[in-house]
């Protein structure tokens, strides 16, 4: 693995959570390089059809995927994707830290979620909870995990 990086949709606009994703990634900077990419959101008209949010969801894709090499390992958060105990993720990016030859990256996807194109070219989808969390929430949940698992001694 040469780096990680985490590829979000939409900025953060919230002090708070700005604070606790530059803490998180202060942190995993210290045992490994990470970049956090952020692609822009699209806006959602309200009473926007299931045929305009996909739409949306596509064009934010779109730009999701111009930022991933082939060789990169790609992770995307998604509510239907494997779930597990903090112990046992730990272990799982242990067991991917040495065997590849990209990036370890991490999607997050807007509002709507990650497009299908997204979904097919992830190698893996990860579920933090069944709960549905705002995706700026998300970046720091996921930057806080990543920090606890290099902390452990990644």
Not at 92 to 115: A, E, M, N, Y
Request: net charge neutral; hydrophobic share 35%.
């Amino acid at each position: 693995m040469k780096n990680l990086k985490i590829i979000c949709v939409g900025k953060i606009k919230e002090d708070y959570l700005c604070r606790g994703i530059d803490e998180a990634l202060t942190l995993i900077r210290r045992k490994c390089p990470v970049s956090v990419t952020e692609c822009a959101d699209e806006p959602t008209p309200d009473g926007a059809g299931r045929a305009a949010e996909e739409l949306i969801k596509d064009k934010e894709g779109q730009r999701i995927l111009s930022r991933i090499s082939d060789e990169d390992y790609v992770v995307a958060l998604c509510i239907e994707g494997k779930r597990y105990s903090s112990t046992d993720w730990y272990a799982h990016l242990h067991s991917l830290k040495g065997r590849l030859p990209g990036s370890l990256t991490f999607v997050i996807g807007g509002s709507l979620g990650l497009s299908d194109q997204v979904i097919r070219r992830a190698d893996e989808k990860l579920s933090f909870s069944s709960m549905t969390f705002p995706h700026q929430l998300m970046r720091l949940i996921l930057l806080d995990q990543i920090a606890s698992w290099v902390r452990t001694g990644s």
